[in-house]
């Protein structure tokens, strides 16, 4: 765009050291204000003696910082502050917007269960009549088609592609659009489809309650794709359930059994084949140190005894379990498609859970699911998205 | 062994139905004691209706079972309790010894960053005379060599292969003794060698701090092999640090510390090359919901601007980070090796730090990397135990 226009943090208007040093306080036009430390601002230092100009790693370690870092004087020059660090003597420019963008100091005040902007939660009246799609050629071919449907998947946690080819291992094609296929036991990418005899409940005709995959496994996959070859059956229709708001409606109707679910781990376990013993020790709904919801674990078929709950806690915990249960089967939450041979859909298995209606015996039901990670995919997200800013500029 | 002496914890002694059915008190010969809920053993169930024969999954789901599920009645026969549950009117048998072994009525103590039996700390002064290593032919074709090296692996985070061909791509045979390569960017391996201009501070012939791999990925890749195909250059030693006992030593000398670099998410981030911009938003000291200790993570190369944490607390994280990277590079907590040809190690890279001392420019030193998951290797390992406990029974 070429637009230079001054926004109001790129311009600051005060800076005040305090504590003999030890903290700045800064103000940009607009009002914003924040304070920061002298050792943040030095091991954050943007020269490319600190960080390497070529891919921004930090050249130094914590400990190449003296102790007694402080700022010896700082000076608003332009759009940038100067400040002098001492005893290194060393000066270094921060731009002023690089500041804002970076501010630690600020209240927030965040129940548990809280998710970012990326994130928005639906339920089927949102969501049923807007599916996240595109065509794979188009995607393959067209960056911001790709930015679209991979920008779905991080917001939604799910999207549908169509146009593949219905064919043993297409799916793969869709992994490659963003990052690596996970390989388990159960292979690169494995067979959904009616078997007799089934080692595992998801080759069966049955309908399967709405489940995150392999919570036994640690690190869990972290993408789930399932492609379509041939569905003539009766029924088999695909449906996904956002955990993200099963959990803040929990969190809103039971808090308490909100906090029983995030605060003491499940155990899963899968030991159905030779030589496969997986387990795992995780919450079904993992929050990270700052409250964040990061993760939903959630199948019946392999929970494991739970032996982390305390005997006083678990009459309770049982009841948030069943109700949460109840929530991720209430049809007021699940949005429903079926997919054709050629058609695909991606799934964030730490969000996003899927189910499977039942199906008649007729006909013939073969899909193939392969598990990827989400590091490649919103990796991806975001260089074509930087890619875009920087032509725009 | 075919021994069957009965244990105390085969046979149950009393059992006392409580609270108008919902909870049962069990004892057993040798003095235990433990309570259970109605609710917990009819979900956890073992007869063929409840879990697959086959594969031990469960069948139902939590709506399946009636809210209102209590204990009718219950009676000790020989090793087994035996439950009547109302008012399904359902009766299951329970081993006495799987009651005692799943028992969850119990008081822990334990402080944030306990670890589990599985673990064993260590330091130079327990582990430099005696690093756990395997040959690779005997490991590849002897089951209890095997279980050694991954039991190593499981206990100590780490474990050295020798034994390899000093060719490209050798390290996958070691990938492939227990489970599957996490592909990345960098391929399903990457090169370890010093080159000119280099895109990431691995490839030069400076020192690296103890560090984790790849921080800035999510799911971080749990286990990293290295392996040797060249290594004539003076020095050039590589060295492992033990994050588990370094964090324990932290929480030792300074239990704020601790909690702080438990508490608040760290934030890391590459994008060295065209197309990855990878980020993560992870602590470097990670605790289960029950305080558990599950995951270093560190890296001075990769950690982005730290903020998530307040300022009033910022002054101490920095402390504590402090101390933490003053701790890693302590040479007690160091155990050096130096690889040759043919050699290769592997870390726990959700425990175990790795370094490279400097090395001069004459010579070679060409190494080759690459990332799998403890999934993998930590289900390989429980299946051989379970088949050597099966053959000796």
Not at 56 to 75: E, F, K, N, V, Y
Not at 203 to 221: M, S
Not at 363 to 390: M, N, P, V
């Given at each position: 765009?070429?637009?230079?226009?001054?926004?109001?943090?790129?311009?600051?208007?005060?800076?005040l050291i305090g504590d003999e040093g030890r903290t700045i306080e800064l103000s940009w036009e607009g009002g914003a204000r924040a304070r920061f430390?002298?050792?943040?601002?030095?091991?954050?230092?943007?020269?490319?003696?600190?960080?390497?100009?070529?891919?921004?790693?930090?050249?130094?370690?914590?400990?190449?910082?003296?102790?007694?870092?402080?700022?010896?004087?700082?000076?608003?020059?332009?759009?940038?502050?100067?400040?002098?660090?001492?005893?290194?003597?060393?000066?270094?420019?921060?731009?002023?917007?690089?500041?804002?963008?970076?501010?630690?100091?600020?209240?927030?005040?965040?129940?548990?269960?809280?998710?970012?902007?990326?994130?928005?939660?639906?339920?089927?009246a949102t969501m049923q009549n807007s599916v996240p799609r595109a065509d794979y050629t188009e995607a393959s071919r067209d960056g911001n088609v790709?930015?679209?449907?991979?920008?779905?998947?991080?917001?939604?946690?799910?999207?549908?592609?169509?146009?593949?080819?219905?064919?043993?291992?297409?799916?793969?094609?869709?992994?490659?659009?963003?990052?690596?296929?996970?390989?388990?036991?159960?292979?690169?990418?494995?067979?959904?489809?009616?078997?007799?005899?089934?080692?595992?409940?998801?080759?069966?005709?049955?309908?399967?309650?709405?489940?995150?995959?392999?919570?036994?496994?640690?690190?869990?996959?972290?993408?789930?794709?399932?492609?379509?070859?041939?569905?003539?059956?009766?029924?088999?229709?695909?449906?996904?359930?956002?955990?993200?708001?099963?959990?803040?409606?929990?969190?809103?109707?039971?808090?308490?059994?909100?906090?029983l679910l995030s605060t003491h781990p499940a155990r899963f376990e899968y030991a159905g084949s030779s030589g496969v013993r997986l387990q795992s020790?995780?919450?079904?709904?993992?929050?990270?140190?700052?409250?964040?919801?990061?993760?939903?674990?959630?199948?019946?078929?392999?929970?494991?005894?739970?032996?982390?709950?305390?005997?006083?806690?678990?009459?309770?915990?049982?009841?948030?379990?069943?109700?949460?249960?109840?929530?991720?089967?209430?049809?007021?939450?699940?949005?429903?498609?079926?997919?054709?041979?050629?058609?695909?859909?991606?799934?964030?298995?730490?969000?996003?859970?899927?189910?499977?209606?039942?199906?008649?015996?007729?006909?013939?039901?073969?899909?193939?699911?392969?598990?990827?990670?989400?590091?490649?995919?919103?990796?991806?997200?975001?260089?074509?998205?930087?890619?875009?800013?920087?032509?725009?500029?």
């Amino acid at each position: 765009m070429g637009c230079n226009a001054r926004t109001p943090i790129s311009m600051l208007t005060h800076a005040l050291i305090g504590d003999e040093g030890r903290t700045i306080e800064l103000s940009w036009e607009g009002g914003a204000r924040a304070r920061f430390h002298a050792m943040w601002l030095r091991d954050n230092a943007l020269d490319d003696k600190t960080r390497s100009a070529g891919n921004g790693q930090r050249l130094i370690t914590i400990l190449d910082i003296p102790a007694d870092t402080r700022i010896g004087s700082a000076m608003i020059k332009g759009e940038t502050l100067e400040v002098t660090f001492v005893p290194e003597g060393k000066i270094v420019s921060f731009p002023a917007e690089w500041l804002v963008v970076h501010a630690y100091d600020r209240q927030e005040d965040r129940q548990p269960g809280w998710t970012g902007n990326d994130i928005r939660r639906w339920t089927k009246a949102t969501m049923q009549n807007s599916v996240p799609r595109a065509d794979y050629t188009e995607a393959s071919r067209d960056g911001n088609v790709l930015r679209q449907w991979l920008g779905a998947v991080q917001t939604y946690g799910f999207a549908v592609m169509d146009g593949l080819p219905a064919e043993p291992g297409a799916l793969c094609k869709v992994a490659d659009l963003f990052g690596y296929i996970r390989e388990t036991n159960y292979g690169r990418w494995f067979e959904v489809r009616a078997e007799v005899n089934p080692n595992n409940l998801a080759y069966t005709n049955l309908g399967l309650q709405a489940h995150t995959d392999n919570p036994y496994r640690d690190p869990v996959p972290t993408l789930q794709i399932l492609a379509c070859i041939e569905n003539t059956v009766e029924g088999g229709e695909s449906s996904v359930v956002d955990g993200f708001a099963i959990a803040a409606a929990l969190r809103e109707e039971d808090p308490e059994g909100f906090r029983l679910l995030s605060t003491h781990p499940a155990r899963f376990e899968y030991a159905g084949s030779s030589g496969v013993r997986l387990q795992s020790k995780r919450p079904m709904i993992e929050l990270g140190p700052d409250g964040e919801l990061i993760c939903i674990r959630f199948n019946n078929r392999s929970l494991a005894p739970t032996v982390d709950v305390p005997f006083a806690d678990m009459d309770a915990y049982y009841k948030a379990y069943r109700r949460f249960a109840e929530l991720i089967e209430a049809p007021s939450f699940e949005v429903t498609f079926k997919l054709e041979a050629g058609q695909s859909f991606i799934v964030d298995n730490t969000r996003v859970m899927h189910a499977r209606k039942a199906f008649s015996g007729s006909g013939k039901r073969w899909l193939q699911g392969c598990y990827a990670d989400k590091d490649g995919l919103l990796s991806t997200l975001a260089a074509i998205e930087h890619q875009f800013k920087e032509a725009a500029e």
